[in-house]
């Protein structure tokens, strides 16, 4: 059985930075597109990036394109998000997710494996 660990959230200040990691096991990493969501409190789920298996090809909402960078090291089976100038805005739960069929999915069903998730806060 598949599982997805996150961690590396945290309270932090506006304009500070994170880094999150997912660690995957049970399954094969690497044959896996992997793909971050968030929630926040009382909104949609939103998709935040998508990474190919390889690691070649990357993808991102409008809303952190120039500030989050999504990143694997199929070696160690780990995922990464790199978040730098963060907002308030971008307080939320975030999960990482694997598999899924297009670009842009937020809901679990439409994923292989999604993980428990963990919270990030941008507040002074």
């Known amino acids: 059985e598949g599982q997805l660990v996150e961690s590396g959230g945290g309270l932090v200040q506006p304009g500070g930075d994170l880094r999150l990691s997912c660690q995957a096991s049970?399954?094969?990493?690497?044959?896996?597109?992997m793909t971050w969501v968030r929630q926040a409190p009382g909104k949609r789920p939103e998709w935040v990036s998508t990474i190919s298996h390889g690691g070649s090809n990357t993808y991102y909402a409008d809303s952190v394109n120039g500030r989050f960078t999504i990143s694997r090291d199929n070696a160690k089976n780990t995922l990464y998000l790199q978040m730098n100038s963060l907002k308030p805005e971008d307080t939320a739960v975030y999960y990482c997710?694997?598999?899924?069929?297009?670009?842009?999915?937020?809901?679990?069903?439409?994923?292989?494996?999604w993980g428990q998730g963990t919270q990030v806060t941008v507040s002074s």
């Open positions: 997710a694997s598999g899924g069929l297009r670009i842009g999915e937020t809901s679990p069903i439409e994923y292989d494996y």
């Open positions: 049970g399954f094969t990493f690497g044959h896996y597109d």
